[in-house]
């Protein structure tokens, strides 16, 4: 059976069309009217009229895009005045799919995005399916076949277990041609037969002229012309009947593969008015991707058959359409870029209102939240006190007393292991520097013992100012180590004050000048600025005294001490430097653990324990500074920095 025939009745049909725009103009016209007075009830509640508004949007979004974003728009707006979440979400999807028509593709995703966080916001599924449909849609114009796959298909499955046959007609199709485009013929085909089904069932025209659109598509990429034209016709005869409710774009398209066919089938002049038809509806819907390719095809099908006049007054009529339509472009533009200006004012309204209100509310439920507090409290403890007062009190009491004692304890086992370790300690210096000058006592007595009268006069002295040296040296080495060990048992406190650490450093100098005189060395001491120090007096100048005393000890003669005292980013500085032979990594470790220290001569043979350079860097470290040692990078004698805070804190 041929479907490539013209069919006749051209004029009576004309006639008609005439008739049904004109009782469409008068039903819009009265349907405004009726639109604004049902928006006008004060007895109907704010969501029935918005989702009527989004109802109405939705349907005519693909057939008059701007009308659509106009009651989307109003939607919005009460939707946003009502505190009516989902009637926003719907209305910023209807505003999405309008302009989706337009190739509007950035706003388009934002509207969607917009709208797909509300749907989930409310936990929406079916909003949210919606929004899936649409997002199919967009990255098919962005021609992302994975994408649009994958969408369509999740919309189309949730529709299904839901059941809602109107939305699977819709999404039943979407996925057919949508595998179409994938060259999916067989799937393509399945989809589509049972949309043509469902939508029939539904008559609901307008999905089903698509679908009859979708099936031409796939039989002429089958070369199956007979059966491609059939289908258009179908389409034809849906468009016909919806007249200004036909999807225009189904229509179109329709038109032009007719048009196609035809003009194959050397039928140059029923090809012509197909597409002279088409280009009739792209005038009056605006739709201006058509415009050129129509036009093109009209001028080729005017060459082919000579009529020159004809194609002047085409070539005319392009000129001026293009005119028009340009300015119908920029004007839909404006209208759609006004109306997204709009949108967003109303959003960044919403969003200020929602502030202030939750400002309020803030306030509000701060004022309420000690009285509410207070009241559940008071009731909880009545409560509590009632039923089970005396077994919270005895429990209390037995966590009390399991507390107290675990706290006991837990100090006893500190003090123990304190205890332990300070005797550890006390016993590894004990036994190290107390055992050696002790001997040296013994063996000098000894030495008298067996010498008895033979010793003359001149050694008995000798031997009189080594036992005084030796008796000076233990009592030192004694009060160090009482020093040290009150320091160990945390017995020794600090009483800091700003100390002038100029005047008492030079008083120090001069304690140790005769030490030096006898050993020819020689102190300098320099400032910078006047160095102060916020420590306690005794300890400060015990510490100063102990690193002269070293400093000289370690000194060889004709060689010279230098002290340096400055400000470094609010400590003091003080450094003593010397000329020795400079301190071994291993004493240098054994200076920082609590290990017997091997303390070597002076220059002079003078005997030392280590144990007062210990007590000095524990001092150091009681008035909230530090003692440091390194050998001088001359490589001969070592550098002592004493570090303290300059002002209190």
């Not at 709009?342 to 000690?370: C, F, G, P, T, Y």
């Not at 005084?468 to 004694?478: H, I, V, Y």
């Not at 102990?546 to 470094?568: F, G, M, R």
Request: aromatic letters at 8%; glycine letters at 6%; proline letters at 2%.
């Amino acid at each position: 059976m041929q479907y490539l025939n013209p069919r006749g009745h051209h004029h009576i049909k004309k006639i008609i069309v005439v008739v049904v725009l004109v009782w469409i103009q008068v039903a819009v016209v009265r349907g405004q009217d009726t639109l604004d007075r049902f928006l006008s009830r004060l007895d109907i509640p704010v969501a029935a009229k918005v989702d009527r508004l989004n109802g109405m949007a939705r349907d005519i979004s693909y057939v008059n895009p701007l009308r659509a974003t106009d009651l989307s728009y109003r939607a919005l707006q009460l939707s946003q005045e009502a505190d009516y979440p989902r009637g926003v979400a719907y209305a910023l999807r209807g505003i999405a799919s309008s302009l989706l028509t337009e190739e509007r593709l950035y706003l388009c995703m934002k509207n969607l995005q917009r709208s797909l966080q509300i749907f989930r916001s409310l936990n929406d599924s079916t909003g949210i399916a919606g929004c899936y449909v649409s997002l199919g849609h967009l990255y098919r114009r962005l021609q992302n076949r994975d994408q649009e796959l994958h969408y369509h298909q999740k919309a189309f499955e949730f529709f299904s277990r839901q059941g809602i046959a109107e939305r699977v007609g819709v999404t039943t199709h979407n996925l057919g041609e949508t595998y179409y485009n994938r060259k999916d013929y067989a799937r393509a085909i399945a989809l589509t037969q049972r949309a043509i089904s469902i939508n029939d069932s539904l008559r609901n025209l307008t999905v089903l002229s698509a679908c009859y659109r979708v099936m031409g598509n796939i039989k002429l990429a089958q070369a199956d012309k007979n059966a491609a034209a059939y289908w258009y016709h179908k389409t034809l005869e849906v468009s016909d009947r919806l007249g200004q409710g036909a999807q225009k774009v189904a229509t179109v398209d329709a038109l032009i593969q007719l048009a196609r066919l035809m003009s194959e089938n050397n039928q140059q002049q029923e090809a012509l008015r197909q597409l002279q038809r088409a280009l009739q509806i792209v005038k009056e819907n605006r739709l201006f991707n058509y415009v050129q390719p129509l036009y093109e095809s009209i001028i080729k099908l005017q060459v082919e058959s000579g009529s020159l006049q004809a194609l002047r007054t085409t070539l005319a009529d392009y000129r001026a359409t293009n005119t028009e339509l340009n300015n119908l472009k920029t004007e839909v533009m404006f209208r759609f870029t006004e109306t997204m200006l709009r949108v967003d004012s109303l959003e960044q309204m919403s969003a200020e209102l929602q502030i202030n209100n939750l400002n309020q509310k803030n306030l509000i439920e701060e004022k309420n939240s000690r009285t509410r507090t207070t009241i559940i409290f008071m009731a909880i403890l009545l409560i509590l006190l009632v039923i089970v007062s005396y077994n919270v009190f005895m429990l209390r009491k037995a966590n009390r007393l399991l507390t107290e004692q675990r706290g006991t304890m837990r100090i006893q086992n500190q003090q123990l292991e304190e205890l332990n370790a300070l005797k550890n300690k006390f016993l590894s210096i004990l036994s190290h520097d107390i055992k050696a000058p002790l001997q040296g006592l013994k063996s000098y007595v000894g030495l008298l013992q067996k010498g008895g009268e033979q010793i003359q006069r001149g050694q008995l002295l000798q031997f009189a100012d080594e036992l005084e040296k030796q008796l000076d040296s233990t009592t030192k080495m004694a009060d160090n180590l009482i020093v040290w060990a009150k320091l160990q048992m945390k017995k020794a406190s600090t009483q800091p004050q700003l100390v002038a650490v100029g005047n008492d450093v030079k008083e120090n100098i001069r304690l140790y000048e005769q030490m030096a005189l006898e050993k020819k060395v020689t102190m300098h001491y320099t400032e910078v600025g006047q160095p102060t120090a916020w420590a306690d007096r005794d300890q400060f100048n015990f510490i100063v005294r102990n690193l002269i005393h070293n400093a000289i000890k370690y000194s060889p003669a004709n060689t010279a001490v230098q002290l340096e005292a400055n400000d470094e980013e609010g400590y003091c500085a003080l450094s003593v430097l010397d000329n020795g032979e400079g301190m071994s990594q291993e004493t240098l470790d054994q200076l920082y653990r609590f290990d017997p220290m091997i303390s070597k001569t002076g220059t002079a043979g003078e005997e030392g324990t280590g144990l007062g350079l210990r007590i000095c860097m524990e001092f150091a470290q009681l008035n909230r500074g530090e003692l440091t040692v390194k050998n001088n990078p001359s490589g001969q004698g070592s550098c002592f920095t004493l570090r303290l805070p300059a002002q209190q804190a």
